[in-house]
């Protein structure tokens, strides 16, 4: 059973900041592409960041140089530092785990999500 565990959401103004958090087990992070992926209501999922595990980073558009995905090998643990929030950054947030493009292929798991909310 693999497991994310998200935490860090929550209520902010815009302009604030937030960190969410993603725990989950060694034998997953060590190999896993990690991500944070959001859903607005009546919006489809997005991706927001991706790391690698050699800490290789990729944002959308929307909130590159305000957000930063980053891992705590240690901790096993990915991290989504939110600056400059603004109300359109208000949405569920989904950890990511994505095993599929390994060989052999593996599973592509999720957290439970944590809401994030931006407003005044």
């Known amino acids: 059973q693999v497991q994310l565990v998200e935490s860090g959401g929550g209520l902010v103004q815009p302009g604030g900041s937030l960190r969410l958090s993603c725990a989950t087990s060694?034998?997953?992070?060590?190999?896993?592409?990690m991500g944070w992926y959001r859903q607005a209501p009546g919006k489809q999922r997005e991706i927001v960041a991706t790391?690698?595990?050699?800490?290789?980073?990729n944002y959308a558009d929307s909130v590159k140089g305000r957000f930063t995905i980053s891992r705590e090998n240690a901790k096993n643990t990915v991290y989504l530092q939110m600056n400059s929030l603004k109300p359109e950054d208000t949405a569920v947030y989904y950890c990511?785990?994505?095993?599929?493009?390994?060989?052999?292929?593996?599973?592509?798991?999720w957290g439970q999500g944590t809401q994030v909310t931006v407003s005044s």
């Open positions: 990511n785990a994505d095993g599929r493009s390994l060989i052999p292929s593996r599973g592509n798991y």
């Open positions: 790391i690698t595990t050699g800490g290789r980073t």
């Open positions: 060694r034998s997953i992070f060590s190999i896993y592409f």
